[in-house]
T-cell receptor, first 115, second 113 residues
């Protein structure tokens, strides 16, 4: 079975600071993908970044980077130079690529950026 | 390129009524997913399809829920009869391949009174 754990229900960060959102996972699938999504107050789900389990390098997308530590089964999202518009819910998710192919989400972290 | 289109955006209905939610995935996407989001349970996968075939419906809460995908461009999620505990935001999402991110629709906010 796949499981995603996000231990930070809420985080408060000053604008322009970097922030790390934690995510740990568990799976028996040898090949999997890890995703981060952003859900602003308007409700839509926005894809941010993807990391494959066999990717050698950590994924980066603009101000977003994924700190992937396979041995620790963690896939933390790092947002550099945070902006007010980053305030939102952030979800970590995992998808097995051989066994269960469904995307399973964590409970989310509510990030608030203070001016 | 149009995204995933869901309708209606909002649905208010009385307990016992039938509710049908609709989804048009992105053209060329082979996978389609239905999720439900509530404060208590977060984002739950209800069912997903690959090439129009239901693959995993273990998340469908009860026999009152059913989903179909008659062709590659259309899917429905039906609740009959609806109950107040079905109130939630229902998302449809699609992805091109296993390795592709899911693209979500804007969701349908369902309220059952």
């Amino acid at each position: 079975a796949q499981k995603i754990t996000q231990t930070q229900p809420g985080m408060f960060v000053q604008e322009k600071e970097a922030v790390t959102l934690d995510c740990t996972y568990d799976t028996s699938d040898p090949s999997y993908g890890l995703f981060w999504y952003k859900q602003p107050s308007s409700g839509e789900m926005i894809f941010l970044i993807y990391q494959g389990s066999y990717d050698q390098q950590n994924a980066t997308e603009g101000r977003y980077s994924l700190n992937f530590q396979k041995a620790r089964k963690s896939a933390n999202l790092v947002i550099s130079a945070s902006q007010l518009g980053d305030s939102a819910m952030y979800f970590c998710a995992m998808r097995g690529l051989r066994g269960a192919q469904k995307l399973v989400f964590g409970q989310g972290t509510r990030l608030t950026i203070n001016p | 390129d149009a995204g995933v289109i869901q309708s209606p955006r909002h649905e208010v209905t009385e307990m016992g009524q039938e509710v049908t939610l609709r989804c048009k995935p992105i053209s060329g996407h082979d996978y389609l997913f239905w999720y439900r989001q509530t404060m208590m349970r977060g984002l739950e996968l209800l069912i997903y399809f690959n090439n129009n075939v239901p693959i995993d419906d273990s998340g469908m809460p009860e026999d009152r829920f059913s989903a179909k995908m008659p062709n590659a461009s259309f899917s429905t999620l039906k609740i009959q009869p609806s109950e107040p505990r079905d109130s939630a935001v229902y998302f449809c999402a699609s992805s091109r391949t296993l390795y592709s991110p899911l693209h979500f629709g804007n969701g349908t906010r369902l309220t059952v009174t």
